[in-house]
């Protein structure tokens, strides 16, 4: 006889990668809570899905109000059991973010550093969110209008974003 889901002793159910990041491609698609955090793919061509892009919208009574985070997220191989790689293309001042290459450092950000394969890039963008409205990150002096200034992406090509 076999156990039953959830019952002691059985094993959970592990969803393949591709599944996990379809799930996660719809939910992205549809919407996140208030419409301050989302993201996609990069390219619907990718049948690997391993590029994708999250925005972020600073939230308010801080000093990222009213401007417009890109990120990069990259879901490897092992992605979900590893987390992606998450990089801010827009300049921004963060405690967990290396300022040159916009790298949010796992180390100095629990939500990589202590990966769970329940974890999504949702939470990783929320989780930022909420890490912007810190006490140690709600006051960071800014790059000048964080969205002007261009970085180097790992291809080389300059990505600009600009609020007109």
């Known amino acids: ?3 039953e889901m ?6 959970k159910v592990v969803v393949p990668r591709n599944f996990r ?11 996140i809570g208030d419409g301050t955090v989302s993201y996609g793919m990069d390219d619907a061509d990718d049948v690997f899905m391993q590029s994708w892009t999250g925005t972020i919208i600073g939230p308010p009574n801080t000093v990222h109000e009213g401007r417009i985070y890109q ?6 191989k092992e992605y979900p059991d ?5 990089r801010f293309q827009t300049r921004i001042n963060m405690s967990c973010v290396n300022y040159e290459t916009g790298v949010v450092e796992p180390r100095l950000f ?4 202590d990966w769970k394969r329940e974890n999504t890039m949702e939470d990783i963008l929320m989780q930022l969110k909420k890490e912007m409205m810190s006490p140690q990150n709600r006051k960071l002096s800014q790059p000048s209008d964080g969205n002007e200034e261009g970085r180097v992406d790992q291809k080389g090509l300059v990505v600009k974003c600009c609020i007109m």
């Open 1 to 3: 006889m076999l156990p």
């Open 6 to 11: 959830g019952s002691e002793g059985s094993s």
């Open 21 to 31: 990041l379809l799930e996660e491609l719809e939910r992205g698609e549809k919407g």
């Open 71 to 76: 990120l990069k997220l990259f879901c490897g």
């Open 82 to 86: 590893e987390p992606p790689g998450v």
């Open 110 to 113: 629990p939500m990589l550093a």
